[in-house]
């Protein structure tokens, strides 16, 4: 495959979204920084991608909570600035006005400077936000042999989730004619009435073409962003706008694995995601050597399982799990789930479907089921969440679907105690 001279293009990671519909998980932090997958930030998948396609120019835009992420990509994403390379978190500045972001395009915006100091014959402007394993340079060989002036990375998604994407009306040679974005009445792909085609949010421009459009933009009275603006002036100026298949990218080393693509923008699609992970064959492979994926590196000693005691029924054993490094499971059992770094279950305890984040400790005999339980939170023994969703939502948030979500810092009330028996009461529910 040709490869393109990678200096001339720069990178840029929108990664300031409140991610609203994500909280709690996204009280304390951005959506891109929330944890996932045992050892990840959500932000670690497009860096990943970037990288091992060999884009080593990566600014990150950040503004809301940034400061977790901020660490994050200043701690683990370290490149050798000798010989150009460098992934730079970029706060909100301010630098055109006395105002934030007031939209994705804005972000860029009021970071032109960026582009002029690099000068790149192309900008991939990529989201965040999203978990996906994608080889870029695919699309930059069509959008550079082709002369677009925008390529836009689209997958076809089920017509009934359409409304959440912008959706795109293509000719037969892929070229762009028409743009909606989050239509109530989404329209969809010739001959395939029950899909439409979504954009994923990853672009490619021709550098001037980008310059130019924002700086008409931004003297415009409009909403500064990308789907909003920025795609239906590019098209009522006539500019050369095509799509990317990305049903037909394939990463090194897993060509015959269908392309993974989520947007983790609820606790439903996170804990979907999640549980995607630890099917038996997953869609999304993290153990491809040839497409690794890299993170923050925590010095930890190895997973440990504890007791063997059949006959109390003291048994550390996880199934269909990823356990991180610097857990132990003492003595109780785990399914169906995925425990970050240094957590503990407890004797007799049982967590089924769950996400344990950092530091989580799960007490004697506690019982979770389908709950995402944030960083440093103690589960008192004898507790139960996940069984009765009345009592959980009265005490807990949780989502549409079901799923619990116990946020950082919550302090968590074991069962009230029987003083005269001197032992929990069975039927006392936890609250926090």
């Known amino acids: 495959m040709k ?17 609203e519909r994500l909280f709690p998980l996204t009280r304390d932090r951005a959506k891109p920084a929330v944890p996932f997958g045992g050892r990840y930030r959500i932000i670690d998948f497009a860096l990943n991608n970037c990288i091992n396609s060999g884009l080593t120019k990566i600014k990150v835009m950040t503004q809301f909570k940034s400061n977790s992420l901020i660490e994050h990509i200043i701690r683990t994403w370290r490149l050798s600035s000798d010989i150009g390379q460098f992934v730079d978190p970029v706060p909100a500045q301010m630098r055109r006005g006395p105002h934030w972001f007031r939209g994705t395009a804005d972000a860029v915006y009021q970071n032109l400077d960026l582009i002029f100091d690099e000068e790149p014959d192309h900008v991939c402007v990529f989201g965040g936000d999203h978990i996906y394993m994608m080889d870029v340079n695919p699309m930059l060989l069509a959008h550079e042999e082709g002369g677009h002036d ?105 060509e015959d694995l269908a392309p993974y693509w989520r947007d983790v923008g609820t606790i439903d699609s996170y804990w979907d995601a999640s549980m995607d992970l630890i099917s038996v064959t997953p ?123 116990i946020p950082k810092g919550a302090e968590v009330s074991g069962p009230p105690i029987d003083l005269e028996g001197g032992g929990p009461v069975a039927s006392g529910p936890a609250t926090i």
């Open 283 to 405: 869609p999304l492979n993290l153990y491809n050597h040839k497409w690794p994926l890299k993170s923050h590196a925590s010095q930890q000693p190895p997973a440990k399982f504890v007791f063997a005691d059949a006959v109390s029924q003291r048994i550390g054993i996880a199934t269909d799990s990823t356990v991180a490094s610097g857990c132990i499971i003492s003595g109780g059992t785990i399914h169906r789930s995925i425990l970050f770094p240094r957590v503990r279950i407890n004797s007799f305890s049982h967590v089924e479907e769950c996400v344990l984040m950092d530091g989580v400790d799960v007490g004697r005999y506690a019982r979770l089921r389908r709950v995402i339980v944030d960083r440093g939170v103690k589960i008192p023994p004898h507790t139960e969440i996940g069984f009765d969703e009345e009592e959980d939502r009265k005490r807990f948030h949780v989502s549409e679907g079901g799923v619990v979500v």
């Open 150 to 254: 925008l390529t836009i990375a689209a997958i076809p998604v089920p017509i009934a989730e359409a409304s959440r994407f912008g959706i795109l009306e293509v000719a037969a040679d892929g070229r762009i004619v028409n743009f909606h974005e989050k239509p109530t009445v989404p329209s969809p792909m010739p001959g395939q009435p029950e899909l439409a085609l979504a954009s994923m949010g990853n672009y490619i421009f021709r550098a001037g073409v980008l310059i130019d459009v924002l700086e008409h933009d931004a003297l415009q009275d409009t909403s500064h962003d990308f789907g909003k603006t920025i795609i239906p002036a590019l098209l009522a100026g006539g500019g050369r706008l095509y799509t990317y298949d990305f049903s037909t990218n394939r990463v090194p080393g897993d």
């Open 3 to 19: 490869i393109l001279q990678h200096r001339d293009v720069l990178s840029i990671i929108l990664a300031g979204g409140m991610g």
